[in-house]
């Protein structure tokens, strides 16, 4: 029998991609296939929660969608659908063709969830694993069958059809076919009961390329990298099911520090509190550079150097925090806003001396842990979001920790030239071992203006950013914090003075480019 085959060539990421137009008897992608094994006996388990009933929400996929149901993975499903009364149709090495003998043979018959999520299709394009693939157009054929099969078995359910998640650590074949086929199979959307949404972009970098930070095997996100899928997809997600969106409502709480050398907690170290636990310290400044020396008050004493053991004046009000206090003939007044989960602070420096101060920056230090200070008052914490629970205080262990397993993926600086880039202490990322302990060597440029650190689950960023220009570092391979050292002035005349503003806090938006469309917002309006 001669079968008509149209071809049609999809230029897709400079990438060529062939598909085939054929009739749906020819398209293994749309004949329900069932599997054995554990894959049968979960079916049964599946059907047997379903005749329970209590079913709001459903999703159906394969085994980026199982995952769900990992230990690791369960908070962010129980923080986003645990209320909703979700079922996890999720069934790791499913193509279209297995989702579709499912749902034909009883996996939702009997109920009427208010919407059903459907992200699937990345296995029918698996040419390692599986003995035959499908083209575009025969993958879209799948996607739409199955949304056929939902809209007939559940008439009064909205679909929420996912693009297929990127594959691959750079644009490829299978990428650009999943792609293709997502976008075919979007025609179906009607804006009533079927809604497409594509996330994908939350996974990529700017190029379209994939960090082994969100999968490591370029298929699977992390259960850190589940939250991006969840933050991005609730705002519709919330539309279809008629709630609120969940999000976290978090408000920082500004106390100051108090030990053995600031017994009043009058030095310039600011602690932000979420949930009456420690979040971050912050010290405002650490210490000034003027004219490449930093700026002490006595050559004899070295630790002058550093304001957070040098006592100022400063008042609790109900915005915030002010203070103020003098190194030598520099006058430095704080000022700290809080808004949620962040604080906005303006630094100003005013040269109290009748010599003009030249090359004037701050280095502001950000960290989130504290080392025990003195008394039962002072025990040290580590923030756990961020930092192992299993690092000891201890500020060497601490620091190598930091070094070794969260500045070359999680720890980055904001440039102006080539966005988000790993914060290590030198260009050249030097062995640790190799470095000095504390060393404190900036980037050689001053072309940053934020960093950020990333959570251990993904979920939120701890954050600053300034108004003027930075050069970044972070100490190697000292405590675990990290710098920035935002440009005063070329010149600072006797009896003047110069501002900068600052944003500093804990993001949650979860993904780098809607951190740094925060940032933007800021420094637009701080210009």
């Not at 008052?377 to 979001?385: A, H, K, R, S």
């Not at 951190?515 to 420094?523: A, G, Q, W």
């Amino acid at each position: 029998m001669r079968r008509l085959v149209r071809l049609t060539c999809t230029i897709l990421l400079g990438i060529i991609v062939f598909s085939a137009s054929v009739s749906a008897e020819d398209n293994p992608a749309v004949i329900p296939a069932s599997r054995g094994g554990w894959w049968a006996q979960r079916h049964e388990e599946k059907k047997l929660r379903i005749e329970q009933g209590d079913v709001d929400l459903i999703f159906i996929g394969d085994s980026i969608t199982h995952n769900f149901e990992k230990p690791e993975y369960q908070e962010v499903w129980q923080k986003y659908y645990g209320k909703r009364r979700a079922v996890n149709l999720g069934y790791s090495g499913d193509r279209t063709e297995n989702v579709l003998y499912r749902l034909q043979h009883g996996e939702i018959d009997g109920i009427s969830p208010k919407v059903a999520v459907l992200m699937i299709g990345t296995n029918n394009t698996d040419a390692k694993n599986y003995p035959t693939t499908h083209n575009a157009e025969q993958l879209a054929e799948g996607m739409t069958a199955i949304i056929k099969t939902l809209r007939e078995k559940l008439p009064r359910t909205k679909i929420l059809f996912l693009a297929t998640f990127p594959y691959g650590e750079a644009p490829n074949k299978r990428r650009a076919i999943n792609d293709e086929a997502s976008r075919i199979a979007s025609k179906i959307a009607d804006g009533k009961y079927i809604h497409y949404l594509d996330i994908n972009d939350e996974f990529l970098n700017p190029d379209k390329t994939m960090s082994s930070v969100i999968m490591p095997d370029y298929l699977h996100p992390t259960p850190a990298s589940q939250w991006l899928w969840a933050r991005a997809m609730e705002p519709k997600l919330a539309e279809l099911m008629g709630d609120n969106p969940f999000k976290l409502n978090r408000t920082l709480e500004l106390r100051q520090k108090v030990d053995s050398n600031c017994p009043k907690g009058n030095c310039s170290d600011i602690i932000a509190v979420l949930d009456n636990r420690p979040a971050f310290k912050v010290l405002l400044p650490e210490n000034i550079l003027v004219n490449g020396q930093w700026y002490n008050q006595s050559v004899s004493d070295p630790l002058s150097i550093y304001f957070h053991v040098v006592p100022g004046t400063w008042n609790v009000t109900d915005q915030g925090i002010e203070g103020r206090y003098t190194v030598k003939d520099i006058d430095i007044t704080v000022s700290l806003d809080k808004g949620g989960s962040e604080i906005y602070v303006t630094l100003t420096v005013t040269n109290t001396g009748d010599e003009e101060l030249r090359d004037i920056w701050a280095n502001i230090c950000m960290a989130l842990h504290a080392l025990p200070g003195s008394g039962p008052d002072n025990p040290g914490w580590i923030n756990t979001e961020f930092l192992s629970d299993s690092v000891p205080l201890d500020r060497t262990l601490q620091g190598r920790y930091w070094f070794e397993n969260v500045t070359p993926i999680g720890l980055l600086a904001l440039t102006d030239n080539k966005g988000w880039v790993a914060m290590h202490p030198y260009p050249e990322n030097p062995d640790a071992d190799a470095v000095e302990l504390y060393s404190f060597s900036p980037s050689e440029k001053a072309n940053a203006r934020a960093c950020a650190v990333r959570s251990l689950d993904g979920q939120s960023y701890c954050f600053q950013a300034w108004n003027s220009p930075c050069r970044y570092c972070t100490p190697c391979p000292g405590s675990a914090c990290m710098h920035l050292h935002p440009f005063l002035a070329e010149v600072l005349k006797p009896n003047t003075s110069t501002s900068i503003s600052g944003i500093i806090g804990v993001y949650y938006g979860g993904e780098l480019r809607s951190l740094r469309e925060r940032i933007d917002r800021f420094l637009t309006k701080t210009k």
